[in-house]
């Protein structure tokens, strides 16, 4: 708060100013909403959604484009920092059946034991917990659920792609479910900037999760 105590030694409260002092504080307190989150090592977990050859190789069936590219060393760094304190990692990895009926929507893509099903090289993820998935969300009919029971994880931090589909349906099984959410924007890619903001909005708002940068996350 010190730019506001600033402000208020540099302006007289004047109706006019005061209508600035408001908007200053509102700005303040939307950043202090961004602000840094302290996760519990033991309770949480990161889960990569779906950062697969298909998605994030330019050469892939369906790949998400430029923006993928962006958020692999941010993800790359998140599962560092999170690996060093000792957080469970969770891979996804979307697996389809010959003729899979999501080819209808999506055509062809991550079909079980092809090369674009595989996960992509720039993420170490051996000693990750794998979820393989048939549908959208990770929860469903899958033992990621109760892994994450007998592991007794409350929180999930979701990132990978997409924001709007499988992050998102990700996000809210999991809310349904109870665990808590973060997801960091810098984490997590679309399509389009507006699919994007409405993956995130939907995230922020009405599953009250939180989203933040990555580097805002630390470990206790
Ligand atoms: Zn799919």
Known sequence: MSVSIRVFAYFSLTPKNQKYLDALIIVM?????????????????????DMQRDFCYDDGALFVGEQVRRIIPKISALVEGSRSAGLQLVFTQDWHPQNDEEFAIWGRHCVQNTIGAELIDELLSEDAFLVRKRKYSAFFETALESYLRATGITTLI????????????TAIDAA???????VPEDCVAALSDYEQEYGLYHIENVLKGRVISSDAISFQ
Not at 158 to 169: A, F, K, W
């Open 29 to 49: 307190s939307a950043m202090s909403n961004r602000e840094g989150v302290v996760v519990n090592s033991k309770e949480t977990a990161v889960i990569v959604v």
């Open 176 to 182: 349904l479910r109870g665990f808590g959410i973060l």
């Open 158 to 169: 979701i990132t990978g792609v997409v924001t709007n589909i499988c992050v998102l349906h």
